[in-house]
């Protein structure tokens, strides 16, 4: 299965690692690990991440699709912090911003998570994607209140 997944990216991979062994200081290293986030290669997409990072330490899409692969691989903390660093950085920054709502959901922090859908709604008023996912924990949350809490037992 990985390798039906890897296979129509194998040649785009092939020819951007050729670009960043001629200059390892080259921008194409979000492109490179891009191709392997899609392919599902998250080992790959983190180390070619972090090692463009320290030649562009401020390259905030680099460090947004960092966050998204340790999303996707379940590093859930590592994600947080990347997108958190981001929009220290970036407050507009509406992938980190969407990025750290689905962090907080992830770790069941759902008023952060609701917290973070309303302010990247304040961003972009006619997302529906977000009015949905706000939606869904507010009746989550709801669902919550109205459950009695158990009676403990003397």
């Not at 950085?89 to 689905?102: G, I, Q, S």
């Amino acid at each position: 299965m990985m390798a039906e997944k890897t296979a129509p990216h194998a040649a785009k991979i092939g020819e951007l690692k050729r670009r960043i062994a001629a200059d390892p200081a080259s921008r194409s290293f979000l492109e490179l690990a891009r191709e392997y986030h899609e392919a599902g290669l998250y080992e790959e997409a983190a180390a070619v991440c972090a090692q463009g990072l320290k030649y562009h330490p401020h390259y905030a899409s680099a460090r947004v699709l960092l966050g998204r692969v340790c999303f996707d691989s379940g590093q859930i903390d590592e994600a947080r912090g990347h997108m958190e660093t981001v929009l220290a950085a970036v407050p507009d920054n509406l992938v980190a911003r969407r990025v750290l709502a689905e962090v907080c959901r992830a770790q069941g922090d759902l008023a952060g998570a609701l917290e973070r859908y309303h302010a990247l709604l304040a961003f972009n008023a006619g997302d529906e994607e977000t009015k949905a996912r706000i939606r869904e924990i507010e009746a989550s949350l709801g669902a919550e209140a109205e459950t009695p809490s158990p009676v403990e037992e003397i």
